[in-house]
């Protein structure tokens, strides 16, 4: 590397304080000024990710998984480990599996598994961090670095105090570490605990732990009644993947996973969203999550090819 000539880099003492004195003189509305016109942070960086549930992974194989992924243009993918079940169930290995990812050219952003490890019960939860342990480690064999982590155990029952909850977190947090894989604190609408952003962001700061990071949702967000502009209270390095989707226009307790639909063909507010966590410093993973029975009876293909184009119909240029 050339080293760089240090008589260009100079600057005479006369001529910085009087740039000095300019620049406080205007005051930081100058600073203001060139933010607002600057381009949203990440947006060039994207990465565009089809959660698997919304071609029906359940049903198609995780092998034609990877395909379409490929070919409807997706850089990366998130998966369902209970689809890596049946494959390995089935006599196929994660080698394998990791080198198709790879030679598709495409990276395993997320994963999508339930170890209920926010559970209360002491021999519970260490039976969670059991199972998590495993499901990580499954993880990084194929090449993968995070796996979602909602509030599975914890949907019903009664409300769980929040610091042990990130207590509880922080456990996972450590965990994840000594695998290599980092678990992103998922905000579920539809449940008891954690359906809302301002519960999520507590037990993320109550972990106390330097990897903490939350995984947001449109439709969830929605759907347990969550601010969309609290988004702004993250900053866009604690948001490693945002799960996209929209929904139409249902009340929050009558709307359900399957009612998702494409970005952009319902009423939620995406634009700004994406606004929101740009500004925040944003630049990670958008994943299409969707769960919608009729776009199951589309080609797998041409709905994620659908899907992809939608997503990126409502990213802010």
């Not at 016109?37 to 990465?47: H, N, W, Y």
């Not at 945002?242 to 995406?270: E, L, S, W």
């Amino acid at each position: 590397m050339m080293q760089p000539d240090k008589t260009n880099l100079q600057i005479p003492r006369r001529e910085l304080l009087a740039t000095t004195a300019v620049a406080l003189a205007v005051g930081p509305s100058v600073v203001l000024h060139s933010q607002a016109q600057a381009k949203p942070i990440g947006v060039s960086q994207l990465k565009y990710c089809l959660n698997t549930s919304t071609i029906h992974g359940e049903v198609v194989p995780i092998v034609d998984q990877v395909g379409i992924a490929q070919k409807a243009g997706y850089d990366s993918i998130e998966i369902w480990l209970r689809d890596v079940d049946k494959y390995t169930a089935s006599g196929g290995s994660l080698g394998d599996l990791r080198k198709r990812i790879s030679d598709a050219g495409l990276t395993l952003e997320s994963a999508i598994a339930f170890a209920p490890w926010i559970l209360m019960d002491p021999n519970g939860h260490k039976k969670a961090l059991e199972q998590a342990k495993k499901e990580m480690e499954i993880v990084v064999s194929l090449g993968g670095k995070r796996i979602a982590a909602p509030p599975a155990g914890a949907v019903d029952g009664d409300l769980l105090n929040l610091d042990v909850a990130g207590e509880r977190y922080r456990a996972l947090l450590e965990l994840g570490r000594s695998v290599g894989c980092l678990p992103m604190l998922e905000v579920w609408g539809f449940s008891k605990n954690l359906s809302k952003l301002s519960e999520v962001l507590h037990v993320a700061a109550a972990s106390q732990h330097p990897d903490a990071c939350v995984l947001p949702d449109v439709y969830h967000l929605y759907k347990g009644g969550s601010n969309f502009s609290d988004l702004g209270l993250l900053a866009g390095n604690k948001i490693p993947v945002f799960h996209m989707n929209d929904y139409p226009d249902m009340p929050r307790d009558k709307i359900t996973d399957a009612d998702r639909v494409y970005p952009g063909d319902g009423i939620a507010p995406i634009g700004s969203v994406l606004k929101t966590v740009f500004a925040s410093g944003f630049n990670g993973v958008l994943s299409l999550e969707l769960f919608n029975r009729e776009y199951w009876k589309l080609d797998p293909l041409e709905n994620a090819t659908v899907g992809l184009k939608k997503m990126k119909s409502v990213v802010p240029a």
